[in-house]
């Protein structure tokens, strides 16, 4: 009964998501306010309803309700409570929910906040992002309806994928999710300034806080899943330029150019056209994201779905969404004026080149991941395209954009002044070097390119913070002056400076941890023990342990520094039930931000040994604090007071009275 | 007792998941070690998820492993030996495409995109500016002058 009152609610939100794909946008063009403000009303309904749906559908999971196959494919009854309830995202049909429950949350949170949009500009935002929803519900209801059910009832269910057995499934998704969706509202706000044919500072200015906030939680749903990968994969990887890491990738990068360019026509009305291009690209490689990874196309962990009509109708909505959009664009964008000029040696000079090398960064990770396919299909040959390609090619990019970024905001508006700007970063320029020289001297071994990477990391992290040097006149006024002076400085200051920051922080723990990094194999049994970064790794026993719904074989080590004990690890191998598959659980120990990270092999026969990977990874937590850092540098920028306040509402212009002859 | 039985029952029982590499698979020499693992990462596992014979823990990726090692140990380039395992395997167990015919506009795209967008922004730049700097037409001049004079007058 839950079930079938969920998939109703389901198609309840599908008649709102059509109502308000029609009725706002008439009202619009009839300039009629009853009708636009009907989308208010449909946007919360959507979100009432599609709410529903969700709660049904984890109503079933958590009661193990096996007449509805989805949780019959999905869940066990003696799965822990947490992995019931992320389960239900954890498969096809019941993530294909979450995001459209967050787009139609999105949907809805235009609609309550955005009381100080012009009237029709938002009553066409909300039409486009009905569009969007009457699409994928139209997807969920005809092509992956998780409400279905089967008779008779299996008295067990399947269980889940044990790698997503983890607490990192409650987390990642969602904030993946939010990200992809989220870039939804600049698209809207796109395409429906080219239906207006309109469009202006304000425009950048509601779009920002919007492409923000997706932007903040994609970075953190990345970087979650690169660490949950990382100790969950169990041989301590942290990016493996797989292509469905590569399709959130894609819409990060092509949302951090929007944000930037955004950031330009925000304040100087220039790079409009380009702003709104890069809008609708945004969001179509979040959709084409979704596709690569809904559709089956490319085989891994994260395709649950190997049907090929689902994967087709992702693909038309895909085609309808991006081809209507640019074709949209080439018919409108000429009517989009030009704004403010400037010199290429400026601050939107700078922000052009960061736009140029995000671009060519962008394009290089979707032609990676796209060429294998494209080309298996023209011509039937198989080619594999893997991390050394993209360290060959995105690398440089990155090198070159991370040069950059502390002289970005340096440059003032309009005409900067390069040597000006120079002068200021000698001191992180020298910290660099020095960071550099240091690097080369202690670590003596190691790829030749690390040193001189270590220092970039310097430099960007120390350069970034320049810009607040300079501004609050630090070491030439005295503190107490200084401190007041940085109060002042709006939020967005700040958050600009810990984000760039934030990549210097993970680059910095990339090059260590792929750089610097010790290794050791080997059997070991007990009482003889490994040496690994000045510490001793000893097997104490090897046990089992007992979960409701697996099994584990426990090697317990000590780790010793001088002698003393500084922790256990218990490295185990895990069975579960109802699947027979084995998992390997690394075990991490944390010393400052670097780690040491222990995996199991093959034990003896007798059971008195047990092959052992030990490896020490320096200053590998820096690869996830930096996106941290990054996400909350967004977040101070969003609570900037000219978000707070909100836009200053554009004047209307008058209509002239023409006087009648 | 019973417990020692039983654990010793599942470890037999378990044939999961090995080491990505096992103890002592490593060759003896340091520098032909190191050889053998630089290599390790630029070729696939092809049973596997896009994973090098590096990372892998399948049994395929440890036999590969243990053929390249063998060809080091024997003195081999690592071209030669990637010649090998293209002849025997396909391009598809190279990580790293090799510039060809087929894969041009795949090496090609990130710079193409850096050059034909750099040329955009100069032209784009070249064109606003002329925009910008346009010269007062010889009308405009004359009622410039005019002004001029009325003001002075």
Redesign the interface.
Known sequence: MIAEAGHFALVLALALALIQSVVPLWGARRNDNVLMSTADGTAIGQLAFVSLAFGALTAAYVSSDFSVVNVVDNSHSAKPLIYKISGVWGNHEGSMLLWVLILVLVGAAVSLFGGNLPRTLKANVLAVQAWIATAFLLFLLIASNPFARVDPAPFEGKDLNPLLQDPGLAIHPPLLYVGYVGFSVAFSFAVAALIEGRIDAAWARWVRPWTLTAWLFLTLGIAMGSYWAYYEL??G?FW????VENASLMPWLAGTALLHSALVMEKREALKVWTVLLAILTFSLSLLGTFLVRSGVL???HAFAVDPMRGLFILIILAVFVGGSLALFALRARDLK?GG?FA?VSREGAL?LNN??L???T??VL??TL?PLA?EAL?G?????????FN???GP?AVALLCAVPFGPLLAWKRGDLVWAVQRLWIAAGLAALAAAAAAFMAGQGSVLAAPVAGLAIFVIVGSFAELVERTALFRVPLGNSLRRASGLPRSAWGGALAHAGLGVALLGIVAATAWSEEH???VGKGKPIEIAGRSLTLDD???REAPNH?D?VARFAVRKDGLVQTMMEPA?R?FRTRQ????EAALATFGFSQLYV?????A???SAV???AQWKPLVLLIWLGPVLMAFGGMLSLTDRRYRVGAPRPARRAAVAVPAE | MIVRAALLAILLFIAGPALAMDPGEQLPDATQEAKAEALFSELRCMVCQNQSILDSDAPLAKDLRILVRERVAAGDSPDAIKDFLVARYGDFVLLKPRLNEQTALLWAVPVLVLVIGGFAVVLNFRRRNAVADQTLSEDEKRRLEALKANDAG
């Open positions: 169990g041989w990887g493996f330029w797989d292509p085989t891994s962990v030009q000029l290429p052009v140029l090398l671009t060519a960064a394009a290089t032609v990676g060429y080309l011509n040959n198989k080619i594999s395209v893997g991390a050394p390609y060959a090619t995105f990019l194999i080997d059997m090897i046990f089992l099994q074989v191998k069975t598959m084995t998992t390997t995996s199991l092999g093959e034990v026969p007798d059971g092959a052992v990977r």
